[in-house]
Protein backbone atom coordinates (compact mmCIF):
# COMPACT_ATOMS: atom_id res chain seq x y z
CA UNK A 1 0.00 0.00 0.00
CA UNK A 2 2.80 2.33 0.61
CA UNK A 3 4.40 1.33 -2.68
CA UNK A 4 1.37 1.87 -4.66
CA UNK A 5 -0.03 5.18 -2.49
CA UNK A 6 3.75 6.87 -3.14
CA UNK A 7 3.50 6.27 -6.80
CA UNK A 8 0.34 7.43 -7.27
CA UNK A 9 1.12 10.79 -5.63
CA UNK A 10 4.68 11.09 -7.94
CA UNK A 11 2.07 10.61 -10.94
CA UNK A 12 -0.51 13.39 -9.77
CA UNK A 13 2.41 15.76 -9.70
CA UNK A 14 2.81 14.50 -13.76
CA UNK A 15 -1.14 15.86 -14.56
CA UNK A 16 -0.47 18.91 -16.23
CA UNK A 17 1.60 17.48 -18.83
CA UNK A 18 -0.10 14.33 -19.41
CA UNK A 19 -3.70 14.50 -18.06
CA UNK A 20 -5.10 11.95 -15.21
CA UNK A 21 -6.17 9.29 -18.23
CA UNK A 22 -3.23 9.74 -19.71
CA UNK A 23 -1.11 9.29 -16.60
CA UNK A 24 -2.98 6.12 -15.88
CA UNK A 25 -2.19 5.13 -19.78
CA UNK A 26 1.15 5.78 -18.75
CA UNK A 27 1.72 3.77 -15.81
CA UNK A 28 -0.44 0.52 -17.40
CA UNK A 29 1.86 0.34 -20.59
CA UNK A 30 4.90 0.54 -19.27
CA UNK A 31 4.01 -1.66 -16.25
CA UNK A 32 2.41 -4.09 -18.65
CA UNK A 33 5.51 -4.29 -21.21
CA UNK A 34 7.63 -4.69 -17.73
CA UNK A 35 5.93 -8.06 -17.03
CA UNK A 36 5.44 -9.89 -19.61
CA UNK A 37 9.01 -9.14 -20.39
CA UNK A 38 10.47 -10.29 -17.45
CA UNK A 39 7.89 -13.28 -16.50
CA UNK A 40 7.59 -14.11 -20.01
CA UNK A 41 3.85 -16.08 -19.48
CA UNK A 42 3.17 -19.20 -21.14
CA UNK A 43 -0.02 -18.90 -22.69
CA UNK A 44 0.20 -21.88 -25.14
CA UNK A 45 -1.95 -24.23 -22.79
CA UNK A 46 -3.94 -22.48 -20.88
CA UNK A 47 -8.08 -23.24 -20.48
CA UNK A 48 -10.86 -20.90 -21.47
CA UNK A 49 -11.26 -21.00 -17.68
CA UNK A 50 -7.65 -19.25 -17.34
CA UNK A 51 -8.01 -16.79 -20.52
CA UNK A 52 -11.69 -15.89 -19.11
CA UNK A 53 -10.42 -15.43 -15.78
CA UNK A 54 -6.89 -13.04 -16.85
CA UNK A 55 -9.40 -11.15 -18.93
CA UNK A 56 -11.74 -10.36 -16.61
CA UNK A 57 -9.40 -9.65 -14.42
CA UNK A 58 -7.50 -7.24 -16.73
CA UNK A 59 -10.75 -5.55 -17.06
CA UNK A 60 -11.14 -4.79 -13.53
CA UNK A 61 -7.69 -3.52 -13.37
CA UNK A 62 -7.94 -1.00 -15.83
CA UNK A 63 -10.98 0.23 -14.86
CA UNK A 64 -9.72 0.68 -11.65
CA UNK A 65 -6.80 2.69 -13.17
CA UNK A 66 -8.21 4.40 -14.88
CA UNK A 67 -11.35 5.56 -12.74
CA UNK A 68 -8.99 6.30 -9.61
CA UNK A 69 -6.54 8.60 -11.72
CA UNK A 70 -9.62 10.65 -12.71
CA UNK A 71 -10.58 10.99 -9.10
CA UNK A 72 -7.26 12.19 -8.47
CA UNK A 73 -7.36 14.90 -10.49
CA UNK A 74 -10.94 16.78 -9.19
CA UNK A 75 -9.81 15.79 -5.13
CA UNK A 76 -7.16 15.16 -2.55
CA UNK A 77 -6.08 11.51 -2.78
CA UNK A 78 -6.95 10.57 0.78
CA UNK A 79 -10.41 11.79 -0.04
CA UNK A 80 -10.35 9.91 -3.39
CA UNK A 81 -8.61 6.30 -2.42
CA UNK A 82 -11.14 6.62 1.23
CA UNK A 83 -14.34 6.57 -1.50
CA UNK A 84 -12.61 3.77 -3.19
CA UNK A 85 -12.89 2.02 -0.33
CA UNK A 86 -16.46 1.43 -0.52
CA UNK A 87 -15.29 -1.98 -2.95
CA UNK A 88 -13.90 -3.99 -0.55
CA UNK A 89 -15.97 -2.56 2.29
CA UNK A 90 -19.01 -4.46 0.40
CA UNK A 91 -16.80 -7.07 -0.41
CA UNK A 92 -16.32 -7.86 3.14
CA UNK A 93 -19.65 -7.02 4.09
CA UNK A 94 -20.55 -9.91 1.68
CA UNK A 95 -18.44 -12.24 3.50
CA UNK A 96 -19.16 -11.64 6.63
CA UNK A 97 -20.24 -14.43 9.45
CA UNK A 98 -20.13 -12.43 12.55
CA UNK A 99 -22.04 -9.15 13.71
CA UNK A 100 -19.01 -8.05 15.42
CA UNK A 101 -17.77 -7.71 11.92
CA UNK A 102 -20.44 -5.68 10.56
CA UNK A 103 -20.37 -3.65 13.65
CA UNK A 104 -17.05 -2.81 12.53
CA UNK A 105 -17.81 -2.32 8.52
CA UNK A 106 -20.71 0.03 9.46
CA UNK A 107 -17.97 2.47 11.52
CA UNK A 108 -15.89 2.32 8.10
CA UNK A 109 -18.81 2.91 6.04
CA UNK A 110 -19.69 5.60 8.46
CA UNK A 111 -16.68 6.58 7.78
CA UNK A 112 -16.94 7.23 3.81
CA UNK A 113 -20.11 8.62 4.27
CA UNK A 114 -18.81 11.28 6.80
CA UNK A 115 -16.35 11.58 3.85
CA UNK A 116 -18.42 11.82 1.05
CA UNK A 117 -20.26 15.77 2.12
CA UNK A 118 -16.89 16.73 2.91
CA UNK A 119 -16.47 19.95 1.36
CA UNK A 120 -13.64 18.43 -1.23
CA UNK A 121 -16.38 16.18 -2.42
CA UNK A 122 -19.18 18.54 -2.16
CA UNK A 123 -17.08 20.55 -4.92
CA UNK A 124 -16.00 17.53 -7.01
CA UNK A 125 -18.83 15.51 -7.83
CA UNK A 126 -17.15 14.44 -11.05
CA UNK A 127 -14.43 13.12 -8.92
CA UNK A 128 -16.89 11.79 -6.43
CA UNK A 129 -18.56 9.71 -8.92
CA UNK A 130 -15.29 8.34 -10.35
CA UNK A 131 -13.87 7.35 -6.94
CA UNK A 132 -17.13 5.22 -6.74
CA UNK A 133 -16.34 3.60 -10.43
CA UNK A 134 -13.22 2.24 -9.57
CA UNK A 135 -14.58 1.19 -6.05
CA UNK A 136 -16.75 -1.35 -8.31
CA UNK A 137 -13.62 -2.44 -9.71
CA UNK A 138 -11.54 -2.47 -7.34
CA UNK A 139 -13.97 -5.43 -5.80
CA UNK A 140 -13.87 -7.41 -8.85
CA UNK A 141 -10.22 -6.53 -8.85
CA UNK A 142 -9.70 -8.78 -5.38
CA UNK A 143 -12.62 -11.22 -6.43
CA UNK A 144 -10.96 -11.87 -9.61
CA UNK A 145 -7.04 -11.91 -8.65
CA UNK A 146 -7.93 -14.56 -6.04
CA UNK A 147 -9.75 -16.71 -8.84
CA UNK A 148 -6.12 -15.98 -11.32
CA UNK A 149 -3.94 -16.70 -8.77
CA UNK A 150 -5.42 -20.19 -8.10
CA UNK A 151 -6.12 -20.91 -11.75
CA UNK A 152 -2.59 -19.49 -13.23
CA UNK A 153 0.69 -20.74 -11.57
CA UNK A 154 3.40 -18.13 -10.62
CA UNK A 155 2.61 -14.35 -11.98
CA UNK A 156 1.81 -15.46 -15.54
CA UNK A 157 -2.05 -14.08 -15.25
CA UNK A 158 -1.24 -11.35 -13.66
CA UNK A 159 0.98 -10.23 -16.94
CA UNK A 160 -1.59 -11.01 -19.04
CA UNK A 161 -4.09 -9.37 -17.23
CA UNK A 162 -1.83 -6.10 -17.01
CA UNK A 163 -1.89 -6.23 -20.96
CA UNK A 164 -6.15 -6.30 -21.01
CA UNK A 165 -5.74 -3.63 -18.54
CA UNK A 166 -3.74 -1.61 -20.78
CA UNK A 167 -5.75 -1.94 -23.61
CA UNK A 168 -8.76 -0.80 -21.72
CA UNK A 169 -6.74 2.69 -21.17
CA UNK A 170 -5.58 2.81 -24.40
CA UNK A 171 -8.49 5.17 -26.03
CA UNK A 172 -8.65 7.57 -23.94
CA UNK A 173 -5.11 7.79 -22.50
CA UNK A 174 -2.58 7.33 -25.43
CA UNK A 175 -3.51 10.86 -26.94
CA UNK A 176 -2.89 12.81 -23.73
CA UNK A 177 0.07 10.50 -22.88
CA UNK A 178 1.74 10.66 -26.56
CA UNK A 179 1.41 14.11 -26.81
CA UNK A 180 2.87 14.69 -23.20
CA UNK A 181 6.03 12.13 -24.00
CA UNK A 182 6.18 13.77 -26.90
CA UNK A 183 7.29 17.25 -25.42
CA UNK A 184 9.47 16.20 -22.46
CA UNK A 185 10.53 12.36 -23.36
CA UNK A 186 11.59 12.56 -19.26
CA UNK A 187 8.39 11.61 -18.82
CA UNK A 188 9.12 8.08 -19.79
CA UNK A 189 11.55 7.69 -16.87
CA UNK A 190 8.96 9.58 -14.22
CA UNK A 191 6.05 7.10 -15.08
CA UNK A 192 8.96 3.76 -15.39
CA UNK A 193 9.54 4.66 -11.63
CA UNK A 194 5.36 5.04 -11.35
CA UNK A 195 4.55 1.56 -12.99
CA UNK A 196 6.99 0.08 -10.67
CA UNK A 197 5.96 1.60 -7.92
CA UNK A 198 2.32 1.52 -8.43
CA UNK A 199 1.97 -1.69 -10.67
CA UNK A 200 4.48 -3.83 -10.80
CA UNK A 201 5.38 -4.71 -7.10
CA UNK A 202 2.57 -4.33 -5.36
CA UNK A 203 0.00 -6.37 -7.95
CA UNK A 204 2.70 -9.67 -7.67
CA UNK A 205 2.52 -8.95 -3.73
CA UNK A 206 -1.18 -8.77 -3.58
CA UNK A 207 -1.68 -11.65 -5.47
CA UNK A 208 0.77 -13.77 -3.56
CA UNK A 209 -0.91 -12.46 -0.42
CA UNK A 210 -3.96 -13.78 -1.65
CA UNK A 211 -3.09 -17.04 -1.92
CA UNK A 212 -2.72 -16.95 1.33
CA UNK A 213 -5.28 -15.38 3.44
CA UNK A 214 -9.56 -15.08 2.99
CA UNK A 215 -11.05 -12.22 0.59
CA UNK A 216 -12.54 -11.11 3.60
CA UNK A 217 -9.51 -10.71 5.33
CA UNK A 218 -7.66 -8.77 2.48
CA UNK A 219 -10.14 -6.25 1.65
CA UNK A 220 -10.57 -5.40 5.05
CA UNK A 221 -6.80 -5.16 5.67
CA UNK A 222 -6.90 -2.96 2.63
CA UNK A 223 -8.90 -0.08 4.30
CA UNK A 224 -5.42 1.03 5.82
CA UNK A 225 -5.29 2.82 2.81
CA UNK A 226 -7.09 5.71 2.72
CA UNK A 227 -4.60 6.98 5.34
CA UNK A 228 -1.39 6.15 3.58
CA UNK A 229 -2.41 7.76 0.73
CA UNK A 230 -3.66 11.13 3.18
CA UNK A 231 -0.32 10.83 4.05
CA UNK A 232 1.24 10.46 0.76
CA UNK A 233 -0.78 13.18 -0.37
CA UNK A 234 0.68 15.27 2.31
CA UNK A 235 4.01 14.70 2.15
CA UNK A 236 4.38 14.26 -2.04
CA UNK A 237 1.30 17.15 -2.79
CA UNK A 238 1.19 18.98 -0.09
CA UNK A 239 -2.22 17.82 -0.03
CA UNK A 240 -3.92 19.31 3.74
CA UNK A 241 -7.13 17.64 4.85
CA UNK A 242 -10.17 19.14 6.99
CA UNK A 243 -10.74 17.72 10.22
CA UNK A 244 -14.28 16.03 9.01
CA UNK A 245 -12.36 14.64 6.35
CA UNK A 246 -9.43 13.46 9.30
CA UNK A 247 -12.35 11.94 11.09
CA UNK A 248 -13.51 10.08 8.35
CA UNK A 249 -9.96 8.53 7.67
CA UNK A 250 -9.57 7.77 11.28
CA UNK A 251 -12.75 5.71 10.82
CA UNK A 252 -11.65 3.87 8.32
CA UNK A 253 -8.49 2.58 10.26
CA UNK A 254 -10.31 1.75 13.12
CA UNK A 255 -12.76 -0.52 11.58
CA UNK A 256 -9.93 -1.96 9.72
CA UNK A 257 -7.99 -2.72 12.74
CA UNK A 258 -11.02 -4.01 14.53
CA UNK A 259 -11.98 -6.50 11.85
CA UNK A 260 -8.73 -7.70 11.54
CA UNK A 261 -8.07 -8.78 14.62
CA UNK A 262 -11.56 -10.33 15.49
CA UNK A 263 -10.60 -12.62 12.40
CA UNK A 264 -7.13 -13.69 14.09
CA UNK A 265 -9.04 -14.39 17.34
CA UNK A 266 -11.80 -16.32 15.43
CA UNK A 267 -9.43 -18.49 13.71
CA UNK A 268 -6.90 -19.02 17.03
CA UNK A 269 -10.03 -20.31 18.83
CA UNK A 270 -10.82 -23.85 16.73
CA UNK A 271 -6.96 -23.77 16.45
CA UNK A 272 -6.32 -23.73 20.12
CA UNK A 273 -9.28 -26.48 20.99
CA UNK A 274 -7.18 -28.73 18.78
CA UNK A 275 -3.76 -28.31 19.80
CA UNK A 276 -4.64 -28.06 23.54
CA UNK A 277 -3.61 -24.35 23.60
CA UNK A 278 0.14 -24.91 22.66
CA UNK A 279 -0.59 -24.70 18.66
CA UNK A 280 0.63 -22.12 16.19
CA UNK A 281 -2.05 -20.41 14.54
CA UNK A 282 -1.36 -20.00 10.94
Not at 96 to 109: E, G, I, N, Y
Not at 221 to 246: F, K, M, N, Y
Request: hydrophobic share 60%.
Amino acid sequence: MLSVQIGAALAKTRFDEVGSVGAAALRLVIGALVLVLVVRPRVRHWTRAQWTAAVLLGLALGGMNVFIYVAFATIPIGVAVTIEFLGPLALSLAHTRRWRDVTWAALALAGVVLLGVGPAAVTAVAGVLAAIAAAACWAGYIVMNRRVGAAIPGVDGLAVSMVVAMLVSLPTGLRPAVAGVAGDPSLLLVFAGVALLSTVLPYALEMLALRRMPTRVFGVLQSLGPAIAALAGLVVLHEGLAAQEVVALACVSVASIGVTLSARRGRARPDAGRTGGAGKVP
